[in-house]
């Protein structure tokens, strides 16, 4: 059986949803997974960055970190999204990369995959479910199989409790105001969790 391939595809303007992604790749590479770490492609004009310090400093610092291609997604047995809210939505970049993937979906390429998303809002009412539902019903147009955590473990609730996907609020000084290791811990668990629904998919084919 061949080591689970997994992908971390994440967009952040500030630095939050970063975090998540990295936290989730050491989760996945714990998992016995190999891991890409992806970062959706910034179409935001330069003026709308330079409006804000924190965004500025952030896409200065992540230059390096590769922009997710559709072939990333056909790669991965497992993909894990950490998308901010958008007004209960994802952010336009993400959605402008999903439209990217039709040929896959038409292909059959997109079915099977074990999927799961994280996401942050500016404060825990600010749409994180619903931009997970917006994001899962792509999901589900693809034939992927969505690993939401639910409550399946006591840590979900220790972060929230959203059966969704692991979700964090974050202030306007960008830092998060749930506990960082309690939203940590969310994440290594719902990674793995997805991991291993990876594996058990590979085991039926």
Known sequence: ????????VYYSSTGTNHQLAEWAAAA??????????????ETA??????????WRKHHDATQDIAEVTPEDLEWADAIIFSVPTRFGNVPGQVQS???TVGGLWAQGKLANKAVSAMTSAQNEHGGQEATLL??????YHWGA????PGYTDPVLFEAGGNPYGT?????????????????????????KRT????KALQHLE
């Open 1 to 8: 059986m061949e080591m689970i391939k997994t992908a971390i």
């Open 28 to 41: 996945a590479e714990e998992a016995g997974s190999e891991v890409k770490v992806l970062k959706v492609k």
């Open 45 to 54: 004009p330069a003026a709308a960055i330079d409006s804000n310090a924190l």
């Open 97 to 99: 990369f999903i439209d």
């Open 134 to 139: 917006s994001l899962y019903t792509t999901m």
């Open 145 to 148: 199989i969505v690993v939401a």
């Open 167 to 191: 979700s964090v609020a974050v202030g306007q000084d960008g830092e998060m105001k749930t506990d960082r290791k309690a939203i940590q811990a969310a994440v290594n668990y719902q990674v």
């Open 195 to 198: 991991v291993s629904v990876a």
